[in-house]
């Protein structure tokens, strides 16, 4: 069997509209409210650090409103661009996933409204709310699984 094309993502075919790292998209109104009253709101003005490189909080941020900027901070303190994060998305599911420091720094572009969502939050939720935790769950791995896929495409061509 050959696999030598397992991992050719095709460049340009993984290259994913906004509208796929919208997260929940199709969940209605009130599954949306048992998620936003486990959430905490926090706003950001244009320029902000969110979440810094290295930190070890368990917790995503659900993008309400503006738009973020994810930098990768190198060992001599230079900041490279990755992506951005558009409202209605989600950064930090690594994290929350598994439990390890932030792998980088997310800044806010411009004016931004986050909702966080603390693995401890989570998991209240998830005693009330299973079905929904189920599929808050399966979306954040859809989300994190085209970010790989984006990732590996960009590692393919050579970095941006």
Request: zero cysteines; proline letters at 2%; charged letters at 25%.
């Amino acid at each position: 069997m050959d696999f030598s094309q397992f991992f050719n993502y095709g460049g340009d075919d993984v290259k994913q509209t906004k509208g796929n790292f919208v997260f929940l998209a199709d969940l209605p109104a009130e599954e949306w409210e048992h998620i936003l009253d486990a959430t905490q709101s926090y706003r950001f003005n244009a320029g902000d650090t969110v979440v810094t490189q290295g930190d070890a909080t368990r917790a995503m941020y659900i993008v309400a409103s503006g738009e973020l900027e994810v930098v990768f901070i190198g060992d001599k303190g230079d900041a490279k661009p990755i992506s951005s994060i558009d409202s209605l998305s989600v950064f930090g599911e690594q994290a929350f996933l598994d439990g390890l420091p932030r792998s980088a720094t997310v800044r806010a572009k411009t004016a931004s409204e986050l909702r966080m969502l603390s693995r401890e939050d989570f998991d209240t939720l998830a005693v009330r709310y299973p079905d929904l935790a189920r599929q808050l769950l399966l979306d954040l791995g859809r989300i994190l699984s085209l970010r790989l896929r984006e990732m590996m495409s960009l590692a393919m061509q050579g970095g941006r």
